[in-house]
């Protein structure tokens, strides 16, 4: 049993469950509704959405294994109480775990391309795969390299939804057209949701794990700006996203949506809000991290509100 929980710790089951969350409900309450209104039948079937859903779990779990080989020194000093490889699960069937979750999740991809006759889908698979075991290997380190990629995956893994059903339709008549347009509007809505909010998590996870990271020579921005220029960087793009979203519940009053608006406000907006409030006042590891869990939270009621295009 501890050694079930601790693989569970180690592959980050809720962000897993996260990760199949948002494809389920972007398919189901924003893409499949606006295809059967143009009369259009989805490449996607319930058995491969599920699929697809199952690949990008195992990609981002093999990412989350292989990122806890690599980070061991460093958790050791940011987050000892945390640390799975060695201490439940050796080295060498970490890497095995690794390399069987991700193998999976490319052969699956692949099927999903043969099935649906849209060949990136595996290429797009494999790609993620490399792209998270360089992460793990170097580009973390590096100068938002790492958040921007870190950032930009997760996002992808609402956009490639919306990018499916435009390669299998993207020649259909002018007619059906619009409801491929909302299809992409709305992906790309909820992807630009997912990168900025993604990438404020990042850079706040970075400030509290500044003291291992600096040990290890990585050059991450809290280490390269410092403290406050990568709180002001954070403070920048939450007003973006504030801003972002106040515009977007002003195009929503037009229409009188004011279930979706309080929804917005109380559970998105304010806590963005208390986050910048608490951002420049935080100074400890602890509190970085709870700011980290708050961010966290907000990203699911954003991708939650999902369900008010369903009804």
Not at 17 to 28: E, G, H, P, S, W
Not at 146 to 163: D, H
Not at 285 to 304: N, R, W, Y
Request: glycine share 2%.
């Amino acid at each position: 049993m501890k050694l079930l929980t601790a693989f569970l710790k180690l592959i980050r089951w809720p962000n897993l469950v996260f990760i199949a969350l948002t494809q389920v409900m972007f398919f189901y309450c924003i893409a499949l509704p606006a295809l059967q209104t143009a009369g259009l039948k989805s490449v996607l079937s319930n058995k491969m959405l599920m699929l697809l859903a199952i690949s990008y779990v195992l990609i981002a779990a093999g990412g989350n294994i292989i990122n806890d080989y690599f980070d061991l020194n460093i958790d050791k000093i940011n987050k000892p109480q945390k640390v799975i490889v060695e201490k439940y699960i050796s080295r060498r069937w970490v890497i095995i775990w690794h390399l069987l979750v991700s193998v999976v999740a490319v052969l699956i991809s692949v099927y999903i391309s043969y099935k649906t006759k849209i060949i990136w889908i595996a290429v797009a698979a494999f790609f993620c795969v490399v792209l998270l075991f360089l992460y793990s290997v170097s580009l973390k380190k590096k100068f938002l390299v790492g958040n921007i990629l870190v950032s930009a995956l997760t996002a992808w893994v609402i956009m490639i939804v919306s990018l499916i059903e435009f390669s299998a339709f993207s020649h259909t008549s002018s007619t059906d057209i619009f409801a491929l347009r909302k299809i992409m509007r709305l992906g790309i809505l909820y992807t630009c949701f997912a990168f900025i909010i993604s990438l404020i998590r990042e850079v706040v996870k970075d400030m509290e794990d500044v003291e291992g990271d600096r040990k290890y020579n990585c050059t991450t921005m809290p280490i390269v700006w410092g403290l406050n220029a990568a709180k002001v960087f954070v403070a920048v793009w939450l007003i973006v996203l504030i801003a972002a979203l106040v515009i977007l519940q002003l195009y929503a009053f037009t229409f009188g949506w004011w279930i979706s608006i309080i929804y917005a406000v109380v559970l998105i907006i304010l806590p963005l809000l208390f986050i910048f409030k608490k951002l420049f006042a935080a100074q400890s590891s602890q509190q970085f991290h709870s700011l980290s869990s708050i961010i966290k939270l907000t990203m699911l009621t954003g991708i939650v509100s999902m369900l008010f295009f369903y009804f």
